[in-house]
């Protein structure tokens, strides 16, 4: 599973209220354990995994184990990537409509 | 940002279209790290991690603690970039980079012991985030971020 560049999978992830939730509590204190999240959020443990598994597949949330424990940390950069991606596009289009004004007034001269 | 608490270790994780040697490559030297590190010119290598800054200022010095390319490096941070987080503790950063199937890399920064750089823990919080997305544009399309 290698989502690379799939936005399909962030958008996904970030449709939800309750994952949103989950990615704010992380944004507040990250490195929560799964039994953190679920006494935080008033939902069965079940229900906060199934929603951590989606996090994770989107590349959100990655959860590192340290001894016993799994703590989950909020991973922002897949959201970073749309941004730039979008960003990138727009600076892009900028750029080269400056370079043909150049362009054109240095012909004109 | 106002409610973040410093964090004593942070993780972030990017899928990046490129070999195991070119994400190396890009990480340790400053030709590369110029183009999506703040413009930092960072050196690594077995002997140590150096960041200089456009004046040849010098924004990090920290000793290598592991060098095993292209699979692993991890460093010490001090932000001397800034006095009050230089003054902090020093933390530790680790790199990994590991293959995919389909030419694809799964590359891990973890910055953690920053236990007593509190400071420093919320100023590289959205760094990170900026400097790996940029890294991903800049091996998957050959550009830096334009701005």
């Not at chain 1, 799964?34 to 939902?43: F, G, I, P, Q």
């Not at chain 1, 950069?77 to 749309?82: H, M, N």
């Not at chain 1, 043909?100 to 001269?109: N, P, S, V, Y």
């Not at chain 2, 270790?9 to 070119?22: C, G, N, P």
């Given at each position: 599973?290698?989502?690379?560049?799939?936005?399909?999978?962030?958008?996904?992830?970030?449709?939800?209220?309750?994952?949103?939730?989950?990615?704010?509590?992380?944004?507040?204190?990250?490195?929560?354990?799964?039994?953190?999240?679920?006494?935080?959020?008033?939902?069965?443990?079940?229900?906060?995994?199934?929603?951590?598994?989606?996090?994770?597949?989107?590349?959100?949330?990655?959860?590192?184990?340290?001894?016993?424990?799994?703590?989950?940390?909020?991973?922002?950069?897949?959201?970073?990537?749309?941004?730039?991606?979008?960003?990138?596009?727009?600076?892009?289009?900028?750029?080269?409509?400056?370079s043909?004004?150049?362009?054109?007034?240095?012909?004109?001269? | 940002?106002?409610?973040?608490?410093?964090?004593t270790?942070?993780?972030?994780?990017?899928?990046?279209?490129?070999?195991?040697?070119?994400i190396?490559?890009?990480?340790?030297?400053?030709?590369?790290?110029?183009?999506?590190?703040?413009?930092?010119?960072?050196?690594?290598?077995?002997?140590?991690?150096?960041?200089?800054?456009?004046?040849?200022?010098?924004?990090?010095?920290?000793?290598?603690?592991?060098?095993?390319?292209?699979?692993?490096?991890?460093?010490?941070?001090?932000?001397?970039?800034?006095?009050?987080?230089?003054?902090?503790?020093?933390?530790?950063?680790?790199?990994?980079?590991?293959?995919?199937?389909?030419?694809?890399?799964?590359?891990?920064?973890?910055h953690?012991?920053?236990?007593?750089?509190?400071?420093?823990?919320?100023?590289?919080?959205?760094?990170w985030m900026?400097?790996?997305?940029?890294?991903?544009?800049?091996?998957?399309?050959?550009?830096?971020?334009?701005?």
């Open positions: 599973m290698c989502p690379v560049d799939d936005g399909d999978l962030v958008f996904k992830a970030l449709a939800d209220p309750t994952r949103r939730h989950l990615l704010d509590r992380l944004f507040e204190r990250d490195g929560r354990t799964l039994t953190e999240l679920a006494e935080d959020l008033d939902m069965t443990r079940f229900g906060v995994m199934k929603h951590l598994r989606v996090l994770e597949e989107a590349g959100l949330v990655v959860s590192r184990r340290s001894g016993r424990e799994k703590h989950h940390f909020l991973n922002p950069v897949p959201i970073r990537s749309i941004h730039d991606r979008w960003i990138d596009k727009y600076t892009e289009h900028r750029v080269s409509a400056l043909e004004l150049k362009t054109q007034l240095e012909g004109r001269a | 940002m106002t409610t973040m608490t410093a964090q270790t942070q993780v972030y994780q990017v899928f990046i279209k490129a070999s195991a040697d070119e190396w490559e890009a990480i340790c030297k400053p030709e590369f790290t110029e183009r999506y590190f703040y413009g930092a010119r960072i050196t690594n290598t077995a002997e140590g991690h150096l960041g200089l800054g456009p004046n040849d200022e010098v924004w990090g010095r920290s000793e290598v603690a592991e060098f095993d390319p292209p699979r692993r490096l991890v460093h010490g941070w001090r932000s001397l970039y800034d006095p009050e987080l230089a003054a902090e503790d020093e933390s530790r950063v680790t790199w990994e980079i590991e293959p995919q199937d389909g030419g694809i890399c799964l590359l891990t920064v973890v953690d012991r920053l236990e007593g750089a509190p400071k420093t823990a919320s100023s590289v919080s959205g760094g900026m400097i790996l997305s940029g890294l991903k544009t800049l091996l998957e399309t050959g550009r830096p971020l334009v701005g």
